[in-house]
């Protein structure tokens, strides 16, 4: 059995760098994407159905835990809805849980959580994404890290809604760190890691291939998708003030009250989703053993 701080720690030390100082090949600095985004230059994905996520936890851990659940240890406290204070991990250094559990909408920016910036092999996992998922870059603050297109899942993330996952080695990192500070970024996908990485001279590293499929996921969340940014869960300055009519617990529950049905959240719970209970009971029945890395390749 899991500890509680194996649950629910990011994988050990993240280091993430900031990406609001790059100028390589054209890239826009997050103040940029967020104006871009403010002012419609830039699609704000309104529809996104697909996540995904890094972890060092294997498939077998998370079905074990029934899912992924939110991040950082400590007592709840107001700061831990507050999506900037996510963003920064601020729960990691002041002690308090994180009502959220992160998610990317691309790709490419997954690879550093998987590695632990290249420390360590891993897994990338594709969810679906299901309306208690926040559009972060959407959310109306400047953020140190807007590459990372963000999708923050309140409550967790339930293993049922888990598509497939590929194991991604360490070698992937400095690949991944490459592109990932390039306009085209985190295009990058996973059918064309190996070629996206021969391109900068990585060519003798073995890639995953194809994803594996979960064979627990349910179609039920194909009629979904995520929400959209929540500005009054912001938790930066200005937004505390524009939307200061509630407490971010308020803002929180309200939201979860609209979009937590999807993943079957109980507000006795608040703001968790359940993962306990929802885990499978009996033994995995998928066509390869669940750890398994070989059908990626």
Same mark, same amino acid.
């Given at each position: 059995?899991? *500890? +509680?701080?194996?649950? #629910?720690? &990011?994988? %050990? ?8 100082? !790059?100028?390589? $090949? ?31 936890? *294997? +498939?077998?851990?998370? #079905?074990? &835990?029934? %899912? ?8 709840? !406290?107001?700061? $831990? ?40 092999? %891993? ?175």
């Amino acid at each position: 059995m899991l *500890s +509680p701080v194996e649950a #629910r720690a &990011l994988p %050990g030390g993240l280091l993430r760098e900031p990406l609001i100082a !790059r100028d390589i $090949s054209g890239s826009k600095s997050a103040a940029q994407i967020l104006q871009r985004r403010q002012s419609g230059d830039e699609p704000a994905n309104s529809v996104v159905t697909i996540v995904y996520r890094g972890d060092t936890r *294997s +498939p077998e851990q998370l #079905r074990q &835990l029934g %899912g992924f659940p939110t991040e950082f240890e400590g007592p709840l !406290r107001n700061e $831990s809805y507050s999506l900037i204070a996510h963003h920064e991990a601020q729960g990691e250094g002041e002690k308090f849980q994180s009502a959220y559990t992160s998610t990317a909408r691309l790709f490419g920016s997954t690879v550093y959580f998987a590695t632990d910036a290249g420390k360590q092999d %891993g897994w990338v996992y594709k969810i679906h994404a299901t309306p208690n998922m926040i559009d972060m870059n959407d959310s109306g603050f400047l953020q140190k890290y807007a590459r990372e297109s963000e999708f923050s899942a309140m409550g967790g993330v339930r293993w049922d809604q888990i598509q497939g996952w590929v194991p991604m080695p360490r070698k992937a990192y400095p690949a991944a760190r490459i592109l990932q500070i390039q306009e085209e970024t985190a295009r990058l996908r996973l059918e064309t890691l190996a070629s996206e990485a021969a391109d900068v001279g990585i060519k003798n590293a073995t890639w995953p291939r194809t994803w594996i499929d979960n064979v627990e996921y349910n179609q039920k969340y194909e009629q979904y998708n995520a929400s959209k940014g929540q500005p009054q869960l912001a938790g930066d300055a200005a937004n505390l003030e524009k939307h200061g009519d509630k407490t971010l617990e308020e803002h929180a529950r309200d939201f979860m009250r609209q979009n937590g049905a999807a993943v079957g959240w109980d507000e006795r719970y608040f703001p968790f989703i359940s993962l306990a209970a929802t885990a499978p009971a009996g033994p995995w029945k998928g066509p390869f053993a669940l750890n398994s890395e070989k059908p990626a390749y």
